[in-house]
């Protein structure tokens, strides 16, 4: 199979995994009011988000239970599934009673499906992300992977669409009796047709040849020796993970704290999200020709790191322009880290461990930058002083600054990459893709 449908057929299912997974947040204002008890805005906040960051707690153990499960019998099977069980997830959300329906059932039934998107997601971006490594050319990984990284943009951008569709089609009466729940149910309807398109992608070349040599095992690759870089990659991707969660739970304080309308905060979260769909790919281009990708992520963040204040204080004219700028400012950025991180974090780690090792590093930070939301809450609700949220994105940029300069890319099975490379072919009779 080509190289550049197997790229589609991987990003078209991350993406519409990644719009079920972000719905859930971008609609926190709304599910709050029908599934947690809403004596107190706040409260029912912090409620709200204690399961989104629940969801992302239980990522790390559904990343390595099926990381395990892709490493020992394919990544594929793994990487199909996942979307069933989102689709799933998803659709139950859609139409699970509210809370004053149902009172406490309510809430546990949706908490539940959230817990299975976070099972799912778990083994998600790392299954792509390993997919993709060990299909494609590494001389086109970082055009390939800027696309399904697009695609993950792209996802969370059709979920802004939504929002702002429908909150400029409904009343707020409407969204909070009924509306709410399109999202979720256009969403399961979404993931099921993912599961169909990507049961088209083959196993890995690279795996299968691994396979033939009985050296697949759980950890065999990933012994001792990748503590370090598990570490490494956790701390690089701190950063980053905090800032796009961040990005998903900051409507609500854009409209409660700066007092912007929703469908103008939805619009300019839609416009900035395709600006990343768009910029990735030329960032990724880029780290494959002109500049190498950890000097590319290295820039990325030193820029946030000194240009933080300068940003957020844009928000206090409250003005539409200040808004916008202040979205593709954090965009871009966010645009130039995605190209360069998501290829750097699989090649850290071999190919029989490969599939777990992305998981549970990519996991256990998304697992941390998941209490974002509730800090950003205790911020902006208590503090009133959003100079301290600022501060602290600088100090997980100067932690992942410092671990960029500490990352080591692996160098072992390089045989089995070259398999990949279309240089060789092994002696196990697997021909790689066309290029």
């Known amino acids: 199979m080509k190289h550049s449908k197997i790229t589609f057929l991987t990003s078209i299912g991350a993406g519409l995994e990644y719009y079920d997974y972000v719905i859930y947040v971008i609609f926190a204002s709304f599910v ?15 409620a ?12 790390p153990l559904g990343g390595i239970i099926l990381g395990m499960c892709g490493d020992n019998f394919g990544r594929k099977k793994v990487f199909t599934n996942t979307l069933l069980w989102m689709a799933f997830a998803t659709f139950l959300m859609g139409v699970t009673p509210t809370f004053a329906a149902w009172g406490l059932v309510a809430t546990v039934i949706f908490s539940l499906c959230r817990i299975i998107q976070g099972v799912t997601c778990g083994a998600e971006i790392p299954g792509a992300t390993t997919l993709l490594l060990e299909h494609i050319d590494k001389r086109r990984h970082g055009l390939h992977f800027g696309f399904m990284s697009s695609a993950v943009g792209l996802g969370s951008s059709f979920g802004l669409l939504v929002a702002w569709g429908i909150t400029k089609i409904l009343t707020n009466e409407q969204m909070l009796a009924w ?51 598990i570490l490494n990659t956790i701390g690089v991707l701190l950063f980053p993970a ?80 200040a808004l916008f700028g202040f979205v593709l400012f954090g965009k871009t950025l966010l645009a130039a880290m ?19 090792g992305t998981a549970l590093s990519y996991n256990v930070a998304y697992t941390i930058a998941a209490f974002v939301p509730m800090g950003v809450n205790y911020i902006y609700g208590v503090l009133h002083n959003p100079s301290y949220l600022i501060w602290a994105f600088i100090f997980l940029a100067g932690l992942a600054l410092i671990n960029i300069f500490m990352l080591r890319i692996n160098h072992h099975d390089e045989h089995f990459e070259k398999i990949n490379d279309g240089l060789v072919q092994d002696s196990y009779g697997i021909k790689s893709g066309e290029l």
Do not use: C
């Open 338 to 356: 995605a190209a360069s991180y998501f290829v750097l974090l699989p090649q850290a780690f071999p190919i029989a461990g490969r599939y777990t």
């Open 179 to 229: 509306g709410f729940r399109l999202p979720f149910l256009f969403g399961g309807i979404l993931a099921l047709v993912g599961f169909l398109i990507r049961k088209h992608i083959p196993e890995t070349p690279a795996f299968l040849a691994l396979q033939k040599t009985k050296n697949n095992k759980f950890f065999t690759g990933l012994n001792k020796q990748y503590g370090k870089q």
């Open 32 to 46: 709050s009011h029908n599934f947690f008890p809403d004596t107190n805005r706040v409260a029912a906040l912090f």
């Open 242 to 321: 905090s800032f796009v969660t961040f990005f998903l739970a900051f409507p609500v304080y854009l409209h409660d704290y700066y007092q912007y309308a929703f469908p103008n905060i939805y619009l300019a979260m839609t416009v900035g999200s395709l600006w990343t769909v768009f910029l990735i790919p030329v960032f990724g281009w880029v780290s494959d020709n002109f500049i190498n990708r950890k000097t590319l992520l290295f820039t990325a963040i030193l820029i946030f790191a000194l240009f933080s204040f300068p940003s957020f204080s844009l928000l206090n004219t409250k003005t539409n322009l």
């Open 48 to 59: 709200t988000f204690g399961v989104f960051a629940i969801g992302n707690i239980i990522r």
